[in-house]
């Protein structure tokens, strides 16, 4: 559940499926160093996982959460 009243961070992209692309959109957020949540949005439908607190997500799952 999203929560509005937070900070967050967002990076989106089309595909991370290859490594040297999911390294690429992960850096800018590995590089902040707050303590808030952190997204990065995809159009690949694979069911959501984290990368070091960095939470994937489906980008339309995202779109329709409430």
């Known amino acids: 559940m999203v929560r509005y009243d ?3 961070a967002y990076q989106a992209a089309l595909t991370v499926r290859e490594k040297a692309t999911l390294v690429r959109e992960l850096a800018p957020l590995d590089s902040i160093p707050d303590h ?8 690949d ?8 607190g960095i939470r994937q ?10």
Do not use: G, R, T
């Open 6 to 8: 937070q900070p967050a």
């Open 36 to 43: 808030n949540p952190k997204y990065l949005l995809v159009m």
């Open 45 to 52: 439908n694979d069911p959501p996982v984290s990368h070091n």
């Open 57 to 66: 997500k489906y980008v339309l799952d995202w779109l329709i959460e409430k």
